[in-house]
């Protein structure tokens, strides 16, 4: 049974920082790109950062570089992302996922607002 359960979003300020979570259980978590992937009211899903199996190699949608850092633990499954910088436009339902993307998840809220 494929689990992807994400954490960490919430309220903060424009300029604040929060760390999300996954916890991925049910499959080979080591052998899979992961990536983290956002949705705003009446806007597409995005993919705003990806890494690859190992955690060699990142990357990051251009609006969010040098702000998001993606990061994984294989010996956990766990994924995260560091949100540091936030602005009013980073506010979406957050969720991570295989790349490509398999199953959603409930997602976790992340509201930037003063």
């Known amino acids: 049974q494929v689990q992807l359960v994400e954490s960490g979003g919430g309220l903060v300020q424009p300029g604040g920082s929060l760390r999300l979570s996954c916890a991925a259980s049910?499959?080979?978590?080591?052998?899979?790109?992961m990536g983290w992937y956002r949705q705003a009211p009446g806007k597409q899903r995005e993919k705003v950062a990806r890494?690859?199996?190992?955690?060699?190699?990142?990357n990051y949608l251009d609006s969010v570089k040098g702000r998001f850092t993606i990061s994984r633990d294989n010996a956990k499954n766990m994924v995260y992302l560091q949100m540091d910088s936030l602005k009013p436009e980073d506010t979406a339902v957050y969720y991570c996922?295989?790349?490509?993307?398999?199953?959603w998840g409930q997602g976790t809220q992340v509201t930037v607002s003063s």
């Open positions: 890494i690859t199996n190992d955690g060699g190699s990142t």
């Open positions: 049910g499959f080979g978590f080591r052998f899979y790109a």
């Open positions: 996922n295989i790349d490509p993307p398999q199953y």
